[in-house]
């Protein structure tokens, strides 16, 4: 599958070679100024600005894949077991309203019976099943991004990528919650049935015994139907945001800023698109999701994989709107 998609992938818009402004010798307009020295000014190449970068491997290729995949355990994964505490509260709080009247009561009640540890319950499973979710959300979304890319063609990615994104992300997230899903069941079951089970190792046996592998996936509907909205406004949002924030805001290219610049940026960018509708849980949410996406890309940059710039007008397009000469 991935040496497929690896094929794919080389004459995808989204590869940096297919972003450059110079395609076939013809530059943008205001390439032809002259240099310091009277000569024209060669434009900058963004597939040079690649082989500079020095990846460590290719774009599309299965262990970009795969590292993408790790890089979205790790951010899911660490993020989510962070706020286990809260989760814990919030979901007591749906269940029993009564007894949870709020956060701060609600932590008071939990540490009274429970005591500090008792904040933790549930961490095995949002660890394992956050784990899973986030090595399909974000590695299957670049797979997606890849093969509807090529699917469309470069003119139309670039006419029609917030739908690419929006499509994307909807086919990862809807993997992304079946992995999640039996995780997701036994820590909805050690947080807020007392004394039903303490750990997933008693929870997960107790589940099966009681009703099956149906026990763990009953709850993949509710689960598509809340998570696939949010990730597909998570990630247009983003690209969307990232791409404005270095048109409009940052001022040099993207391939002239430094690894932490882009970093910062990315944290923005993760940041300002979730304001788009949620903005009762904007702090929680927010933090979240910039710290994601912060963790996602600072893996990519660690592992020194290839980062597109933000998508550009393909010179085809440019030439049929007039915009060259």
């Not at 307009?29 to 024209?40: F, H």
């Not at 939990?110 to 500090?116: A, I, P, S, W, Y």
């Not at 998570?227 to 247009?236: D, L, R």
Request: with cysteine; net charge positive.
């Amino acid at each position: 599958m991935f040496s497929s998609v690896a094929h794919l992938a080389r004459a995808n818009p989204f590869n940096t070679p297919h972003l450059q402004l110079v395609h076939d010798g013809l530059g943008d307009l205001r390439s032809s100024s002259p240099g310091p020295t009277g000569q024209p000014r060669r434009p900058r190449n963004l597939a040079a600005a690649a082989v500079e970068e020095q990846y460590s491997c290719d774009y599309g290729s299965g262990r970009f894949f795969i590292l993408c995949g790790l890089g979205g355990i790790i951010s899911c994964g660490t993020t989510h077991t962070a706020l286990v505490p809260l989760d814990l509260v919030k979901c007591r709080m749906q269940v029993d309203p009564q007894k949870y009247k709020g956060i701060f009561n609600g932590f008071s009640v939990t540490l009274k019976e429970d005591g500090v540890r008792g904040l933790a319950k549930g961490w095995a499973p949002t660890f394992l099943g956050y784990s899973m979710q986030g090595l399909c959300k974000f590695g299957f979304y670049e797979v997606f991004k890849v093969l509807y890319s090529n699917m469309l063609g470069e003119e139309n990615t670039y006419l029609w990528r917030t739908s690419l994104y929006l499509a994307a992300s909807a086919s990862a997230e809807f993997f992304a919650d079946i992995a999640l899903a039996p995780m997701e069941a036994a820590k909805v079951r050690i947080q807020t049935q007392p004394g039903y089970a303490n750990t997933l190792r008693d929870a997960a046996p107790k589940m099966y015994k009681e009703e099956g592998l149906k026990a763990f996936y009953k709850g993949v509907a509710p689960l598509w139907m809340r998570q696939i909205p949010y990730t597909m406004m998570k990630f247009a949002c983003f690209e969307r945001t990232v791409e404005a924030l270095y048109k409009f805001v940052v001022p040099k290219p993207r391939s002239e800023c430094s690894k932490p610049e882009q970093l910062v940026v990315t944290f923005i960018a993760g940041y300002i698109g979730v304001w788009k509708g949620l903005f009762a849980r904007i702090i929680m949410i927010g933090t979240l999701t910039a710290l994601q996406w912060f963790i996602y890309d600072s893996v990519k940059v660690y592992f020194r994989l290839p980062r597109p710039p933000p998508p550009e007008m393909p010179e085809s397009l440019k030439k049929k709107l007039g915009l060259t000469q």
